[in-house]
């Protein structure tokens, strides 16, 4: 099984991204995922996590109203658009997917595999 980010970038305050997530070697349809960061200095953190339902759509409040995530089970991907984008928003995001049936959280613990990372860099 594997997660693959891409998408990171340089971009300038108040400007957009996405990043991409995809998985091979198994599917994730009826499995939680979500999205981390770990800024610099920083532990990593929740951003985002989204269920097998379409309301069943989390955030953190740092990223609420900002943030999109999405998925597409047919793709086997995972997507987050990030709008007015901050210089606090810096920081390594990181893909991940619960490997069990039918599980979402917000920590870490929730989840089993992970992508390698890609870089957001925010300047001012």
């Known amino acids: 099984v594997q997660l693959q980010a891409c998408g990171g970038g340089l971009v300038q305050a108040g400007g957009s991204l996405r990043l991409s997530c995809a998985a091979s070697g198994r599917t994730f349809s009826n499995h939680g995922m979500g999205w981390f960061r770990q800024g610099p200095g920083k532990e990593r953190e929740f951003v985002s996590a989204?269920?097998?339902?379409?309301?069943?759509?989390y955030y953190a409040d740092s990223v609420k109203g900002r943030f999109t995530i999405s998925r597409d089970n047919a793709k086997n991907t995972l997507w987050l658009q990030m709008n007015s984008l901050k210089p606090e928003d810096t920081a390594v995001y990181y893909c991940?997917?619960?490997?069990?049936?039918?599980?979402?959280?917000?920590?870490?613990?929730?989840?089993?595999?992970w992508g390698q990372g890609t870089e957001l860099t925010v300047s001012s």
């Open positions: 989204i269920g097998w339902l379409d309301d069943m759509l």
């Open positions: 991940a997917a619960a490997g069990n049936l039918y599980r979402l959280g917000v920590e870490e613990a929730s989840y089993d595999y």
